[in-house]
T-cell receptor, first 118, second 115 residues
Framework: GAVVSQHPSWVICKSGTSVKIECRSL??????MFWYRQFPKQSLMLMAT?????????EQGVEKDKFLINHASLTLSTLTVTSAHPEDSSFYIC??????????????FGPGTRLTVT | AQSVTQLDSQVPVFEEAPVELRCNYS??????LFWYVQYPNQGLQLLLK??????LVKGINGFEAEFNKSQTSFHLRKPSVHISDTAEYFC?????????????FGTGTSLTVIP
């Protein structure tokens, strides 16, 4: 099946610094990628949707200047958490949409990145 | 927009007993249905999916789910659980719109298998 990777899997940073998380579709072209945030014991919350070569669409309440998303190619999207604060500590999961074997578009999820801001 | 309801936030069950995790969604218009499992500190793993065809879908690890259009439900079942099934389970609905597919997640059900 389709594979989506994320790097790093775990990152600790100091408050005020910026952190970049990469999401790659390894064996298919993803025209659309999604970024989710998950707090402990909670479900996934969609942060933004990015289409290759265009600006990301952010969900209501998500600060676009704080969570910078770049989708420069069909296999790579990055999420940069700028000036991170402890409240940004969370599990970030990316997802890529590709044309699956069943002939429909399916979403494939990355393994997640745990961000801890001290 | 869809809403996905997982009625039970926590389900404790004894090892080797059957289990059913419930999922209901708000609209049955052009939807695909998924169940994912998440182990601690890991991403989502697809258990099974319904795209079309038979309403009974079999997935990995002995799980199955049945799509019931009239009741807008997609309950997950396993006849005999193992300790290793302890995890968080998410139901998800993908709705086809003019701009593509929109994914909606339920709030999750924490399954705890008791030895």
């Amino acid at each position: 099946g389709a594979v989506v990777s994320q790097h790093p899997s775990w990152v600790i940073c100091k408050s005020g610094t910026s952190v970049k998380i990469e999401c790659r579709s390894l064996d298919f072209q993803a025209t659309t990628m999604f970024w989710y945030r998950q707090f402990p014991k909670q479900s996934l919350m969609l942060m933004a949707t990015s289409n290759e070569g265009s600006k990301a669409t952010y969900e209501q309440g998500v600060e676009k200047d704080k969570f910078l998303i770049n989708h420069a190619s069909l296999t790579l999207s990055t999420l940069t958490v700028t000036s991170a604060h402890p409240e940004d500590s969370s599990f970030y999961i990316c997802s890529a949409r590709g044309f699956g074997l069943a002939g429909v578009y399916e979403q494939y999820f990355g393994p997640g990145t745990r961000l801890t801001v001290t | 927009a869809q809403s996905v309801t997982q009625l039970d936030s926590q389900v404790p069950v004894f090892e080797e007993a059957p289990v059913e995790l419930r999922c209901n969604y708000s609209s049955s218009v052009s939807v695909y249905l998924f169940w994912y499992v998440q182990y601690p500190n890991q991403g989502l793993q697809l258990l099974l999916k319904y795209l079309s065809g038979s309403t009974l879908v079999k997935g990995i690890n002995g799980f199955e789910a049945e799509f019931n259009k009239s009741q807008t439900s997609f309950h997950l079942r396993k006849p005999s659980v193992h300790i290793s099934d302890t995890a968080e389970y998410f139901c998800a609905v993908s709705e086809t719109t003019n701009t593509g597919n929109q994914f909606y997640f339920g709030t999750g059900t924490s399954l705890t298998v008791i030895p």
